[in-house]
């Protein structure tokens, strides 16, 4: 069965950085979308960044762009999230997310779907703090 497992997430101080992982297992096909997503106590659940695997693009949404870069290794089967320059308004839940995509732009909009509304399977989340 799939299973997402996220990790990296912590307490850390204003400007300071973590990354995330996210470790997919129990796929059946090869073009999946991977994204990341979190949520502040009160606060809709904001999409940041997605990627397909087996090389695609890497998708921001415009709040995010230039401080969090998404990446992935595909040999260990983990999309990582760098945040860089954390500010308090970043002390949020992160989880990964992932469902099938063909194709880059089916990715991008999946990233987009309100509240993640588009993906399928969701890891457990893993607390961000930034102080």
């Known amino acids: 069965h799939v299973q997402l497992v996220e990790s990296g997430g912590g307490s850390v101080q204003v400007g300071g950085s973590l990354r995330l992982s996210c470790k997919a297992s129990?796929?059946?096909?090869?073009?999946?979308?991977v994204a990341w997503f979190r949520q502040a106590p009160g606060k809709e659940r904001e999409g940041l960044a997605a990627?397909?695997?087996?090389?695609?693009?890497?998708h921001y949404v415009d709040s995010i762009k230039g401080r969090f870069t998404i990446s992935q290794d595909n040999a260990e089967n983990t999309v990582y999230l760098q945040m860089n320059s954390l500010q308090v308004d970043d002390t949020a839940m992160y989880s990964c997310a992932a469902d099938w995509a063909p194709s880059d732009p089916i990715c991008s909009g999946l990233l987009r779907h309100r509240g993640g509304g588009g993906f399928g399977y969701w890891g457990q989340g893993t607390q961000v703090t930034v102080s």
């Open positions: 990627i397909t695997t087996g090389g695609g693009n890497a």
């Open positions: 129990g796929f059946t096909y090869n073009r999946v979308c």
